[in-house]
């Protein structure tokens, strides 16, 4: 089971951090991406990071900007999101995929329900 929360209302520039709980399984043996869906558009990948933590990969929109990390002492995902920018704005999900790292979220196993970020101009 997976609980993304952090989500909120803020104003262009301004940061916010958003965190992945998982439980259930051992969070050691998944990849981790957080992924994006704004009103009306597909689901678009975000971040991910290894199992370890060792490596991230990130969307072009967003490298730079936003930083992925994991503590798998605390089975916890963490989006750090600076420079926040309008087209920021979706419903940010995690995900959880057995194994090594994939872009493709149709790859995915286990997916929390999303928290809504909002930025405004």
């Known amino acids: 089971q997976l609980q993304a929360s952090g989500g909120g209302l803020v104003q262009a520039g301004d940061s916010l951090r958003l965190s992945c709980a998982a439980s259930?399984?051992?969070?050691?043996?998944?990849?981790m991406s957080w992924f994006r869906q704004a009103p009306g558009k597909e689901r678009d990948f975000v971040v991910g990071?290894?199992?370890?933590?060792?490596?991230?990969y990130y969307g072009d929109s967003v490298e730079g900007r936003f930083t992925a990390s994991r503590d798998n002492t605390k089975n916890t995902l963490y989006l750090q999101m600076n420079s926040l920018k309008p087209e920021d704005t979706a419903v940010y999900f995690c995900?959880?995929?057995?194994?090594?790292?994939?872009?493709?979220?149709?790859?995915?196993?286990?997916w929390g329900k999303g928290t809504l970020v909002t930025v405004s101009s």
């Open positions: 990071i290894t199992r370890s933590g060792g490596r991230t």
């Open positions: 259930g399984r051992t969070f050691s043996d998944y990849s």
């Open positions: 995900a959880a995929r057995y194994g090594v790292f994939t872009f493709r979220p149709v790859q995915y196993d286990y």
